[in-house]
């Protein structure tokens, strides 16, 4: 065989292996999202899959996988093949904070992940119930100190930034207060 009939076998083998390749993506694109249905971090990511499936023009599940701050969303990612369909709609509690606070982690952030974008930005409020009697936040800081481990506060998880800010608050921490992480976000 030719120089020249070897190479066109070989281009036409080619072409026809792309053909008989399903464009990406061809079936449906799961969105594990790390916390639980109707909080703003799911709703934020049922408005990014509905764009993307819009886009795609495929659908977008979202998948609820809440708990061990990331661990079960991100263990999930990180044992799916790397193939595009299976994505991770993760904060920096996942990624960054983990590996800092837990001495097991049963992903690798880095190796495990590919960075797609950033999603969103968001800023942090303190609310407290109207039957608190503290209207800034100084007033809740000498509330928390004039009753020392009474006044608790509501986190997505150990780790989280809420989590790590309030933590990182000496006038807080001076309160001895503490989180209650939970899907209900409830302590008693």
């Given at each position: ?17 792309a053909l008989a390749q399903t464009p990406f993506p061809g ?162």
């Open positions: 065989m030719s120089t020249a009939r070897g190479l066109l076998l070989a281009a036409l083998c080619s072409f026809g292996f079936k449906p694109i799961r969105l594990i999202v790390t916390s639980p249905p109707g909080g703003s971090n799911d709703i934020l990511n049922r408005i990014v899959g509905a764009k993307l499936a819009e886009l795609l023009a495929q659908p977008v599940l979202i998948d609820n996988r809440p708990g061990a701050s990331g661990f079960v969303a991100a263990e999930i990612v990180a044992k799916s093949p790397p193939d595009g369909y299976t994505l991770l709609a993760a904060t920096e509690a996942t990624l960054v904070a983990n590996p800092l606070f837990f001495r097991k982690v049963p992903y690798d952030p880095q190796g495990d992940f590919a960075p797609v974008t950033i999603a969103v930005e968001i800023g942090y409020v303190l609310l407290v119930h109207p039957s608190v009697p503290a209207n800034s936040v100084q007033e809740l800081i000498a509330l928390a100190r004039s009753k020392p481990g009474a006044l608790n506060y509501a986190s997505s998880g150990n780790g989280s930034a809420f989590h790590i800010g309030m933590g990182c608050s000496s006038a807080w921490r001076a309160s001895r207060s503490c989180t209650c992480p939970s899907r209900a976000a409830r302590c008693r």
